[in-house]
Structures are given as C-alpha cells and as structure tokens.
T-cell receptor, first 109, second 116 residues
Framework: RKEVEQDPGPFNVPEGATVAFNCTYSNSASQSFFWYRQDCRKEPKLLMSVYSSGNEDGRFTAQLNRASQYISLLIRDSKLSDSATYLCVVNGGGFKTIFGAGTRLFVKA | DAMVIQNPRYQVTQFGKPVTLSCSQTLNHNVMYWYQQKSSQAPKLLFHYYDKDFNNEADTPDNFQSRRPNTSFCFLDIRSPGLGDAAMYLC???????????????FGPGTRLTVT
C-alpha cells in the first residue's frame, strides 16, 4: 500500500461544477497535511493547509478525518483556471514529506 | 519579493558527467529540501537540511549529494548522471523554527535535467 494515495483521475468537469478529491494516508502518526496545486511543467504551489477542524478558502474546502486517515478537497463553481494537478501532501514527522501521485482536473467551457 | 530561485532552469549533461544544480532562497527559512520529480509522478524527497544538519532519505542513491554552505544556498550534486536521472529537480524551503516539521513548503521553479 502506498503511503499517500489519491483518486487517480483525470476528472473532466464543466465550468461551474463541484468536484471533490480524496486522499488517504497510511501513517497514523502523520502530523500535518496540505493540498498543493501543480500546473503542467511548473512547480507545486501551496493551495491550502488542512486542519482537524476543516478549513475553507473561497471556493475551496479541505477536510481532515484522522480516525479514517482521510483528507478531502472540495472545489465549488469550478473555473477553467482550476485545471491542474492537485497533490495531497502528508508530513509523517521528522520532515518526512510524502506527496501523493496527484489527481488531474480538467475544467471545460 | 522573497522567493526560492533555482539555476539553471534547464540543464543538459552527458551520461556520467558530474552536474551541480543550485538553489537559493531569500525567505531565511531553516529547512531546505531537494525533490526529484519524473513525468506524471509525485515529487520524491531526496534529502533535506535543517540548518546545517543533513538528512538523507533511505532510498536516495549515493550518486546524489548535497551541500549547504550557508542559510541561503543549497546545491544538488549528481556525481555520475545516468539516463534514469533525467527529471525535474525541485528545491523547497520551510520555516520550521520549532523543528516540528509542520510548516508548508515553498518551491522553486525547478531545474529540468536532460541526460544524453
């Protein structure tokens, strides 16, 4: 089993749609969690940190379920500019940072 | 603007010819990381520095070395590049002042390495 697993994708959605990505992690001692966005041939950029209480930033909502070792990202009212690969990132302690393989999103007009 | 800078953006080297990639940061962050990312794969952590303390991932090949002469600069040395080392190499930094390893990371634009 991979340490961090994500929905394989790709997700093809129309503009305005709501889309959800899931991520599971295997290390129950993991300390911190993030969602990054990566555009084609560019570096990953932090989208949002994921807190136990859940957090929201505009159209983006992240949730963490420690009991199920599960993280989610919800994007509402998708825009063309949301097309990218979304990477789930888990810090397992001691600076050991593990990236998921990413989920590709294509938003169509 | 504070940032993470990588040079060069594109590097071509010959099989077996040593190559050095550089990273600098103006964020004054304690931690610097090097990742390898191959096409359609996740970034894979090679090693990191917490200040001057070097930490190698267990599965990082010996062919890969790193130096951090000061807070701002970090180098990735590939001693004898093979065809399988062609990839994007990403440098990242994080604050982690408390050593809790919980802070988000900021990435440079990457260096795309081609091995001929």
């Amino acid at each position: 089993r991979k340490e961090v697993e994500q929905d394989p994708g790709p997700f093809n959605v129309p503009e305005g749609a709501t889309v959800a990505f899931n991520c599971t992690y295997s290390n129950s001692a993991s300390q911190s969690f993030f969602w990054y966005r990566q555009d084609c041939r560019k570096e990953p950029k932090l989208l949002m940190s994921v807190y136990s209480s859940g957090n929201e930033d505009g159209r983006f909502t992240a949730q963490l379920n420690r009991a199920s070792q599960y993280i989610s990202l919800l994007i509402r009212d998708s825009k063309l500019s949301d097309s990218a690969t979304y990477l789930c990132v888990v810090n397992g302690g001691g600076f050991k940072t593990i990236f998921g393989a990413g989920t590709r999103l294509f938003v169509k007009a | 603007d504070a940032m993470v800078i990588q040079n060069p953006r594109y590097q071509v080297t010959q099989f077996g010819k040593p190559v050095t990639l550089s990273c600098s940061q103006t964020l004054n962050h304690n931690v610097m990381y090097w990742y390898q990312q191959k096409s359609s794969q996740a970034p894979k952590l090679l090693f990191h520095y917490y200040d001057k303390d070097f930490n190698n991932e267990a599965d990082t090949p010996d062919n890969f070395q790193s130096r951090r002469p000061n807070t701002s600069f970090c180098f990735l040395d590939i001693r004898s590049p093979g065809l399988g080392d062609a990839a994007m190499y990403l440098c990242a930094t994080s604050r982690d002042e408390g050593g809790l390893a919980g802070d988000e990371q900021y990435f440079g634009p990457g260096t795309r390495l081609t091995v001929t």
